[in-house]
Structure formats: C-alpha cells, structure tokens
C-alpha cells in the first residue's frame, strides 16, 4: 500500500526556535498534502492543505505566517514552526492524495513536538 | 456544533462483546464517510468507508442514514486488540477535505 513518511518522528525543541517537519509520499506522486494538529483527547484538526508549485490554503484561526508550508515537488511537502512556543506542543501528522487516486488520503505516521 | 459529533466513551466492554458506535455530521454537503481507527500516540488508519446500503467487513459493519444525518459502526466479537479510538470522518468537496469527529474510546477488557 501507498506509503507517506515523516520526519523527524519528535522533536523537543526550546522556545523561540523553529522546527522544520518533512512529510514525504514514498511510491506515488502527491499534488495535495495535508497537514494536521492534535491535542490529546482532541480530534485532528485540519491547519492547511498544501498544494505542489503553489501556495498553501490556510484554515480560519491558522497564521500562515507562524506556520510555513513548502510543497516544492510531487512528493515532497514541509511544514516550519516558526519562532516555537509551548502552545504549539502538538502531534503534528500530514497525509497526502495519490494524484492517480483523488479520493484516497494516506496518512503519515506524526511528528511529536514538544516545545520547552 | 461541531461538524462531526461521537460520543467520546470510553466503552469498555468485554471480550466478545458486540459494540455500536454512533456518529451525527451537520454539513449536509458532505458526500462521503469513514471510519478510522487511532492507536495512542499513532496516526489514524482507516478502517472502512461508510455506504448508504450499510457495508461489512468481518467484524466489522457501517451503516449511514443520510436522512438523519447518521452514521454507525458495529463490532462484533471485539478482540483486545480492537481497543483503540474510533474516529469519524466526514469528506466534503472536490478538494478531499476530511473532518474528523474526536473520536470514541473503545476499550476492550478480559
């Protein structure tokens, strides 16, 4: 099956710092990923769906400025926290759409972050 | 409200006990359902999709009722290795937009 990785899988970081999160579609081609926040006991909460050679769509409450997106290949899309505060410790998780098969979305395995 | 609502459990229950999970969504633009499953800690996996004529797999049985705006997930049998939360997830658009509910906490216990 369609395999999408992500890395680093937790990160611990200090304030003030800036974590890069890759997330990678491994044996098929993604024009769309799709990144994800959740905290414990909440659901996954959509934060910007990520378009190749294009810029990101953000959701309401979402600062495009604080969270950086870059889907710079078919396979490849990140996600910088920038200036990380202890707010934004999350489980970070993408998921991507196989561009031959627009109605599926596999997910990545999740980055933790933890920001000190 | 949200746009998709469980009941957060947890639901204990015992080993090889029949379980039902119910799930309500607000948007009626949505076109298509799922059930995923989420272990802790883990990403969400998917565990089925959900028809209007009701579809199995295994133990496993989903059911929507679009007039109600429902959707139901049945266990059978449960194994100890079903313990695990079941999200919800309602797909809208052309542009595969996934809402998740919080999910519902199955435990299944000895």
């Known amino acids: 099956g369609a395999v999408v990785s992500q890395h680093p899988s937790w990160v611990i970081c200090k304030s003030g710092t800036s974590v890069k999160i890759e997330c990678r579609s491994l044996?098929?081609?993604?024009?769309?990923m799709f990144w994800y926040r959740q905290f414990p006991k909440q659901s996954l909460m959509l934060m910007a769906t990520?378009?190749?050679?294009?810029?990101?769509?953000?959701e309401q409450g979402v600062e495009k400025d604080k969270f950086l997106i870059n889907h710079a290949s078919l396979t490849l899309s990140t996600l910088t926290v920038t200036s990380a505060h202890p707010e934004d410790s999350s489980f970070y998780i993408c998921?991507?759409?196989?561009?031959?098969?627009?109605?599926?979305?596999?997910f990545g395995p999740g980055t933790r972050l933890l920001v000190l | 409200r949200k746009e998709v609502e469980q009941d957060p459990g947890p639901f204990n229950v015992p080993e090889g006990a029949t379980v039902a999970f119910n799930c309500t969504y607000s948007n009626s633009a949505s076109q298509s359902f799922f059930w995923y499953r989420q272990d802790c800690r883990k990403e969400p996996k998917l565990l089925m999709s959900v028809y209007s004529s009701g579809n199995e797999d295994g133990r496993f049985t989903a059911q929507l009722n679009r007039a109600s705006q429902y959707i139901s997930l049945l266990i059978r049998d449960s194994k100890l290795s079903d313990s695990a939360t079941y999200l919800c997830v309602s797909h809208t658009g052309g542009g595969n937009k996934l809402t998740f509910g919080t999910g519902t906490q199955l435990k299944v216990e000895l």
């Open positions: 990520s378009n190749e050679g294009s810029k990101a769509t953000y």
């Open positions: 998921s991507a759409r196989d561009r031959d098969l627009p109605g599926t979305q596999y």
């Open positions: 044996d098929f081609q993604a024009t769309t």
